[in-house]
Nanobody
Framework: QVQLVESGGGLVQAGGSLRLSCAAS????????MGWFRQAPGQEREFVAR????????YYADSVKGRFTISRDNAKNTGYLQMNSLKPEDTAVYYC?????????????WGQGTQVTVSS
């Protein structure tokens, strides 16, 4: 059974930084994609960033480009989201997700989410 477990969320002041982790267990991801999504209260879940497990190709939402950095450590089967220059509008529950291919379409595996709160 594949599990994704996020950690690293918390409360931070605007302009601060947080680093989220997503630890995968139950299988080793050597191909496919890992992504980060977020959902603010009353809003739909939105894409934040993604990275290919093999090669490390990245892609970001415009709203976080230049402030967030996605990375992965294949040896640890873990992905990361470094968030800098945080803004109050970044407040949301952040979810990591993974799938076994790089084709467009839904992600197969999801974590339970971690809360990020940015105070002004």
């Amino acid at each position: 059974q594949v599990q994704l477990v996020e950690s690293g969320g918390g409360l931070v002041q605007a302009g601060g930084s947080l680093r989220l982790s997503c630890a995968a267990s139950g299988r080793t991801f050597s191909s496919g994609i890992m992504g980060w999504f977020r959902q603010a209260p009353g809003q739909e879940r939105e894409f934040v960033a993604r990275i290919t497990w093999s090669g490390g190709t990245t892609y970001y939402a415009d709203s976080v480009k230049g402030r967030f950095t996605i990375s992965r450590d294949n040896a640890k089967n873990t992905g990361y989201l470094q968030m800098n220059s945080l803004k109050p509008e970044d407040t949301a529950v952040y979810y990591c997700a993974a799938k076994d291919n790089t084709y467009p379409g839904p992600y197969t595996y999801w974590g339970q989410g971690t809360q990020v709160t940015v105070s002004s």
